[in-house]
């Protein structure tokens, strides 16, 4: 939960659950939001309530119990001997300097439940908010909650958005599901090709659990066809078209694949070329 402006209240969740976030306030000309603003675009930050924890799913009480085992009384990962062995000689004899055969080695001793460190899976998520003036007196406020995206984690995860301000009736909400694609859409035209037309191969979104949800970043659209070269010759052609010009009947029942990729990942779709005597 976050105050944004004097009385309001804003909620992020996920999957029902409150996200914990690291905020900062963007300012703008004409307002000054709470807290301590670095406004020279520096590292600073304002209200950092620290990284949030694992969320239950993820959460793995006895490899979490043995990575605890290893923490300092300050917090801190402890210092094992295995790391850097000082050189601890003995107590100087007369007449005996210091040498490194007196050397004592400290030693290690290997638990049979060897400590193992957990890695959290769970992002960190930031927020940020932005205080428009409005020539009525009023103050548009956009909030935006940002983080690192996790195709196997996120996957069909349901995120939302709850404002409450003493005005309402009632929070105002907003939802959406993250879903990744399954394919991209294909569709040609003619839907009824023949001998010596253009059919064009067009790709028209994605095959997604929620319509209206858009692939991010911006993937890269590669067309071939499965067991030979395109219609030109080439081996394969970028763009979210595939035109071929003046078909031949040697094209019918040929199978193409558009194959969407970004950074997160890729995915594929076929179709089949039907092509009709003149």
Same mark, same amino acid.
């Given at each position: ?25 963007? %300012? ?8 301590? !603003?670095?406004?020279? /675009? ?28 290893? &923490? ?12 850097? %062995? ?10 005996? @300097? ?6 004592? #080695? ?25 205080? !428009?003036?409005?020539?009525? /007196?009023? !103050? ?17 995860? &349901?995120?939302?958005? @709850? ?13 959406? #599901? &993250? ?8 569709? !040609? ?15 028209? /979104?994605?095959?997604? /659990? ?6 991010? %970043? ?17 081996? @394969? ?25 970004? %950074? ?15």
């Amino acid at each position: 939960m976050l105050s944004i402006l004097p009385d309001t209240f804003v909620y992020f969740k996920r999957d029902g659950e409150l996200i914990e976030v690291i905020s900062y306030i963007s %300012p703008t000309v004409g307002y000054e939001g709470n807290g301590n !603003i670095n406004g020279n /675009g520096g590292s600073g930050s304002a209200g950092v309530r620290g990284a949030r924890p694992l969320i239950s799913r993820d959460l793995d009480d006895t490899k979490l119990r043995k990575s605890l085992s290893l &923490l300092g009384p300050d917090g801190r990962p402890g210092r094992l001997f295995t790391e850097s %062995p000082g050189r601890n000689y003995m107590a100087k004899q007369p007449g005996q @300097e210091p040498s490194p055969a007196t050397e004592s #080695i400290p030693e290690t001793v290997v638990s049979r439940e060897f400590p193992r460190w957990v890695q959290s899976t769970d992002p960190l998520y930031y927020f940020s908010n932005t205080h !428009i003036p409005q020539s009525d /007196g009023t !103050i548009l406020v956009q909030a935006k909650l940002t983080w690192t995206l996790n195709p196997q984690l996120d996957n069909d995860a &349901l995120f939302s958005c @709850e404002v409450m301000h003493p005005a309402l009736s009632m929070p105002m909400q907003t939802e959406v #599901i &993250l879903a990744a694609p399954k394919g991209p859409k294909l569709v !040609i035209t003619p839907t009824r090709a023949k001998v010596g037309d253009t059919v064009r191969i067009t790709v028209q /979104g994605f095959q997604v /659990g929620s319509p209206g949800n858009e692939v991010f %970043p911006e993937p890269l659209y590669t067309w071939t066809r499965v067991g030979g070269r395109l219609l030109d010759g080439s081996a @394969e052609r970028d763009g979210k078209e595939l035109v071929l010009e003046r078909v031949p009947a040697e094209l019918n029942g040929s199978m193409y694949r558009c194959t969407a990729q970004n %950074p997160l990942g890729s995915t594929d779709t076929h179709t089949r070329l039907i092509v009709f005597g003149e």
